[in-house]
């Protein structure tokens, strides 16, 4: 049921890693900010290889809508208001600067990546101050936005911000043509690092799993959820959001722009050949309740668009810092030589090339920035509290209380096709059962940081709450900050 538009780019296989290594840089993951990251290094000098545990492209970058935009929702009076005017330009400026550094390098590179430019819209239905407050805020920090009544959205609207020159693209013959460039190992994880200079990677060959070192002046990580679970305490500052993708087949709809509603308030609208990409319903990996079902979306989206039909079905997921701002920057202060580019809120196609343009500034070019916003050991409680104290909660709940909670249930109730939480023994187990009544069952708790995992009905899948890992019914590991698979 679940396919990407986007998955119809193939891109060459490349080989895993033989052995150990030296570089100058080692960037962990080949998603669009690792890509972005190592090909900027490497123009600017650095010898730079990329480690990559499933496949070029295959994380969230797969099942992004990949809108390129320096508007990222109603964001700029929050930061005005949270970090200050100087701070907040600084934001606008790398954003818009990321938006316009795609064009150039997208010309220059000849890429083909269907990359057109768009006006970016939010938009309200309902009336609101918002919009107008955003305006003023946008507009002190230099941007170039308006306030509109017309758009091509199939239903009226009380009022729109309006960003111009802004773009959209496919992300995968992108990331396609920017890899021909680089040393990647695909199908190589990185399983730990050790100090500043070492990481510890594991392949399989010949279904044993062999471990190797790279040595690296600088390490990277661009692998969306950081793999470190201590350092920086980025699992208590980070989690991670879903939401549904619709793709519908409707030529002649929305002729211009790409829209999101005011502090998500609806859906997301872009146009892609001749589909319109809708997005939408945001829960937490595990969370999601009835109302967050396709069914409910598809029945609200066929409003819209009645001629259309339902072309593709996706959902993807992304990490969220509690202040809305990035962590790009050394992992840690006082590491040197460690750096981390994630958090990127849903607007990952411009942070990852504010990403690009940040750390060569830093590796490349000797700036400090310390005082920049992206700095990842920063914490703006202003910004952060009502986050901070709702991810606490979720996170007490599924590591200490959530237990008491769980049903006693017998495995002959579990329908097939389905999977349960169950008591035994005084342990919580996940159990999957098969059409054929074939049971499997693991420990129902994630083996990155113990959580209780939750089976997500729709997708088939075992899901953390608390830090966004997911596994396969067969408990296989779908995506981190896990790096193994649940344990039988
Ligand atoms: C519904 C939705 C819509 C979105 N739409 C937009 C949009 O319109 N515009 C926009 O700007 N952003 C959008 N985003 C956000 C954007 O998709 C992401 O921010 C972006 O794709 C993240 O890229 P990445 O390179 O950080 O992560 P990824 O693409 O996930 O890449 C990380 C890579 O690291 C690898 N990896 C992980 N762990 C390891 C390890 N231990 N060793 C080696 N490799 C490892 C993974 O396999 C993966 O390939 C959207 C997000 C969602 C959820």
Known sequence: M????????LIEKRPQLEGNKQTEVAVIGAGLAGILIAYYLQKNGKKVIVLEADRIGSGMTSNTTAKITSQHNLIYKK???????EKAKEYAEYNERAVKEYETLIKELQIPCDFEKKDSYVYSKEETKLLEEELQAARSLGINASITTETALPFPIYGAVKFPEQAQFHPIKFVKALA?????????????RKGEHLLQVSVWEDEKECEYEVQADTIILANHYPMEKIKGLYALRMYQEREKILVIEEPHALPYGMYVAANNKGYSFR???KYVIVAGKNYRPGEQTEQDAFAEMENEVKQYYSQGTIAYHMVNQ???????????????KGMENVYIATGFNKWGMSHA??????LTEMICKGEDKKNSIFRPNRFAYKASKKELKQHMVTVIRQIALKPVQVQKKIV???????GHILKKNGKRLAVYKEKDGTVYSFHARCPHLGCLLEWNKEEQSWDCPCHGSRFTKKGELINGPAKKDMKQ
Request: proline share 3%.
């Open 2 to 9: 679940f396919e990407s538009i986007w998955k119809e780019e």
């Open 79 to 85: 930061l005005i208001t949270n970090f200050g005017q």
């Open 180 to 192: 021909q460039h680089l040393e990647i190992y695909e199908k190589t994880m990185v399983k730990k």
């Open 271 to 273: 146009k892609y050949d």
């Open 318 to 332: 992304d990490c969220i810092t509690l202040d809305k701002v990035p962590y790009i920057g050394r992992l840690t």
């Open 353 to 358: 090339m504010v990403s690009a343009l940040l």
């Open 412 to 418: 002959d109730q579990i329908e097939p096709e389905q």
